[in-house]
């Protein structure tokens, strides 16, 4: 976490509350982005070396969570989230409770209420957050079982892992100008798959190469990478025949991410505009998916993805001049 970023979090057990203030170098739709949609959520909602797996999520008033925190030896937490109130980019609250896989309730851990609200000022959103519990007990528990260590460690997840991805694409590519590129992940073979196309096209990789995950920068409070991690590929590109560009990271289990044929492919698509983007966007999108909506990351894009109706998976990513 960048230490110039507020970071606060207190426990007032005389009205059985904690509040957390967590500020982020990224603009209100990005954050609100990684709170509402449960893909972006697997990937930092669990302290390493734990993933979180969300079996279904349905974001609205009414609505439910329904997740497990999953260990390195495959052992599940489950819980649920039902949602009471969404206030969409500025708020939302839910009841929180710990489950079996059946999603009956552990009565010996009380339900706890969470209010989050979300602000964006001069470039950061500060997430606030309230959880109230019903008896003092209950917060005194939780924070035994190491809440705050594992709350602050998933606010960082997010951070840690995308910014450093993005910051790394958009170094290789500094300027707008159109063009078309083919994503690739691959579950721990990136560096095996691209030797062998480097070979074949006889090109060689854009930039400073092979990124692994031993590069991202750390700074204090960051979570460290795992060694099994260190090696693996973060960002790759390679051009290929006629300009046109493949680029890969791999996607570690052990960031709970899972490569299966169907998800290891996107046509990546970087329009000049913004216009441009959404008019695609919109059309490709029309009766296939939506994984991603549209909207300015915190590191400069305008971004997106879908899978279009006949299974195909498509990345946006647009640098639009100022």
Known sequence: MNPTLLFDFTVDKKNNTVHVKREFD??????????????????????????????????????RRFYAMVSPEGQEHWSLEKYTSINPTTGFKFISSFTDKEEIINAEFPNSEWDLNFREQNGTTMVSITIKHETVDSIEKHIQMGFKEGFTMCLENLDQYIEAQFNLRRQLKPDNKARVCTYLNFPGNTEEAFLFYKSVFKTEFSGKGLQRFEDIPTEPGYPTVTEAVKKMVLHVELPILGGHIIMATDAPKEMGMTVTQGNNMHICLEPETKAETKELFDALSKGGNIVMPLADMFFGAYFGECTDKFGINWMFNCFEKK
Do not use: C, H, Y
Request: charged share 25%; aromatic share 18%; net charge positive.
């Open 26 to 63: 990224a603009t209100l739709e990005f954050v609100w982005e990684a709170w509402t949609n449960p893909e972006i959520l697997d990937q930092w909602w669990a302290p390493k070396p734990w993933r979180s797996k969300t079996k279904s999520m349905n974001f609205k008033v009414g609505g």
